[in-house]
């Protein structure tokens, strides 16, 4: 089956629910794990795993959660007692199936979520393996909120003439959710970053009481912590989060997020999916996510199950395409809204900095055309009377040529010349220089 639904409306209890049902049935055996789950994230796989405790309250049904960062020997003892529900990422799922400690041919039922990230993330070589250990009869489930036409493609070759059940239109965001766009030009390219961040906090500061927490998200890891830290320095509550941090660092910050006890979650693309906190007010798209099919999954963290939800972009000109790339995505034109910065529209106010640099090169382009003028001039006396008025001897040509260079070297700044200079004049001796030295080897013969 291939399910698409929006995010926010439910996917996880629609394939959790059946799944409880059918497992109750029968009983699970070591090492032989009787449905399967696989996740693109730590945080998405933590999150069904939390669900299904609650869904199986009454129920004496067993899971385990298989995820990087995490012992692999408590996995071990989990999975030799034998489980009903395998909740796992892709990578640490073969790991474990190559140490020895678990085999895949119980699988009755194995669900895909978030199945187009899964099979845009470089994961379709250990689909594909993991696909081979599980039985032929197994049932196969994938979930997602957006399909792009090339993914749906290869999910033809995993599943067998799927039903296909779609909830709404894919890759469109909730109506409960008010969107917004600031398009922001800075004044120089070398403070682009750090208006940028000032028109964040402007953002987040014009929300004021209404902004109860927010995810803010970027694309970079990098921008991720600078972020932060520039909030935290000016005094807001936040916290970074994206794959090069520690697990346990990653669950306690969610965690803190989830309690209350941190406002603002600075985050990579590894939260914008699956991710379920109920009580986001707003999230902030602090860089425009390079595929447009993210956009829908990160304002899909607020708005969830009918509540309201406000979601902000901002876009700086090298993200204009990208950002014409979501509307398309959606069909639908994202408000414009004014930069709290200044009261007005960032891509429309005066740039004065801009306007002064090209006062500065005509300067610099005047100064260089007076030197050009000025420097014939200079040169112009002593090509003409010098060589006039100097006394030539008449016998000896070379002489002579001699004599009418002299003076324009002499005139010459001193330091070294080029080449061709040092060796038409006698270096070293001046005015002061022998007339034998000047003769020729006929007239000194002669002498």
Known sequence: MLGIAQT???????????????????????????????????????????????????????????????????????????????????????????????????????????????????????????????????????????????IERITNTFLSAPERVEVARQATASETIEQGAVFFKASRKDREASEKRAVLRALIDKEGDACTNAIIFCNRKVDVDIVAKSLKKYGYNAAPLHGDLDQSQRMRTLDGFRDGSVRLLIASDVAARGLDVPSVSHVFNF???????????????????????????????????????????IQKDIPRIDSPVRGTPVSDAPVPQDEEKPAKRSRSRSRRTERSEAAPKVDAAPKTEPVSEAPAPAPVPEVAERQERAPRNAEKPRGRGRKGERESTVVGMGDHMPEFIALSFEQRRAS
């Not at 629609?14 to 059918?22: K, N």
């Not at 004496?60 to 034998?82: C, P, R, W």
């Open 8 to 150: 926010g409306t439910g996917k996880t209890a629609s394939f959790t629910l059946p799944m409880i049902t059918l497992l109750a049935r029968g009983r699970a055996r070591a090492r032989m794990p009787r449905s399967l789950v696989l996740c693109p994230t730590r945080e998405l796989a933590a999150q069904v795993a939390e669900n299904f405790d609650v869904y199986t309250k009454h129920l004496k049904l067993t899971k385990a959660l298989l995820i990087g960062g995490v012992s692999f020997k408590e996995q071990e003892q989990l999975i030799d007692k034998g489980v009903d529900v395998l909740i796992a990422t892709p990578g640490r799922l073969l790991d474990h199936f190559e140490r020895g400690k678990l085999l895949l041919t119980g699988v009755q039922i194995m669900v895909v979520d978030e199945a187009d990230r899964m099979l845009d993330m470089g994961f379709i070589p250990d689909i594909e393996r993991i696909f081979s250990l599980t039985p032929f009869t197994r049932q196969t489930l994938f979930f997602s909120a957006t399909m792009a036409p090339e």
């Open 287 to 329: 860089d425009v996510p390079s595929h447009a099919e993210d956009y829908v999954h990160r304002i899909g963290r607020t708005g969830r199950a009918g509540r309201q939800g406000k979601a902000f972009t901002i876009v700086v000109p090298k993200d204009e395409k990208n950002f014409e790339a979501v509307e398309a995505l």
